[in-house]
């Protein structure tokens, strides 16, 4: 995702958030409307997005891709270098209820414990390696 939004970032024009009517809870099937009524604009397709994450109460460092972008330099993700004109984000602001399973969605910021044991090697793993998998 990364390398491809680096490859199409001189192409970008405007980037738009419609927030007319949100979504908490378990989306996309399952969610819960949320009436916010915002609509955020910007060049810069990062910002837009950090904007947003900071209207709808939702800790900027979860969507990992996002800080990836930044790091690698496709746009702009610190807040206080954001020109927002307009209303304030402290007036829009408003807290999103998240999908039920958001903390096993997050394990990706943790250890990865569950790889296979041969991964990196272009060798046939073992049969000792293999009985991991059965059972």
Request: proline share 6%.
């Amino acid at each position: 995702m990364y390398l491809g939004a680096k490859m199409m970032m001189h192409n970008w024009g405007v980037g738009i958030v419609d927030g007319y009517e949100g979504m908490e809870g378990n989306g996309p099937v399952s969610g819960i409307p949320v009436p916010h009524r915002i609509a955020i604009a910007s060049t810069d397709f990062l910002a837009a997005d950090r904007v947003g994450l900071e209207c709808m109460g939702i800790d900027a460092g979860w969507p990992g891709y996002l800080n990836y972008c930044y790091q690698g330099g496709v746009g702009q993700y610190d807040l206080s270098k954001i020109d927002v004109i307009g209303q304030k984000i402290a007036d829009v602001k408003r807290k999103y209820r998240l999908h039920a399973d958001v903390d096993r969605m997050l394990e990706w910021r943790g250890p990865m414990l569950d790889l296979p044991p041969n991964l990196g090697r272009n060798l046939r793993p073992s049969d000792a390696e293999l009985a991991v998998y059965a059972a």
